[in-house]
């Protein structure tokens, strides 16, 4: 019982510190654009910052979890895509002020997030 509030606790810290982290990304574009690669024209940062926002939303109201999955499952092929262009330097991700592709970021976000939700399913399941 005590894991499942502990693993509830973190999704929320990691959404919550990765909303703020993607904000300026996402604010930086808006005023400066073509900071973000593009995915259909729309900048894959304002992307990224939708599936953090509504798997969170998920996640706090308890609605479907296909919803929690399809906005982090989305966001981790992106980030999947995007870490495989960089590495290959076929695109370039934004980066850190330390030099770190911020879409080997999110793909160790979204990793986590996914893999922490099912965790979290599978003790729900037994309990």
């Not at 005590?2 to 509830?8: G, Q, S």
């Amino acid at each position: 019982m005590k894991l499942k509030k502990v693993l509830h606790i973190i999704l929320i810290l990691i959404f919550v510190l990765s909303i703020l982290g993607a904000s300026s990304l996402v604010y930086d574009e808006f005023i400066n654009e073509s900071i973000c690669p593009k995915i259909f024209n729309i900048p894959a940062c304002y992307i990224i910052m939708g599936c953090f926002i509504m798997p969170l939303l998920r996640h706090l109201l308890k609605w479907n979890n296909y919803i929690y999955f399809i906005g982090t499952g989305l966001a981790f092929s992106i980030a999947l895509y995007g870490t495989t262009t960089q590495l290959l330097e076929i695109v370039q991700c934004p980066k850190t002020s330390t030099g770190i592709p911020m879409c080997f970021i999110s793909l160790s976000i979204f990793t986590s997030l996914i893999f922490l939700k099912i965790m979290l399913l599978k003790i729900k399941k037994q309990i």
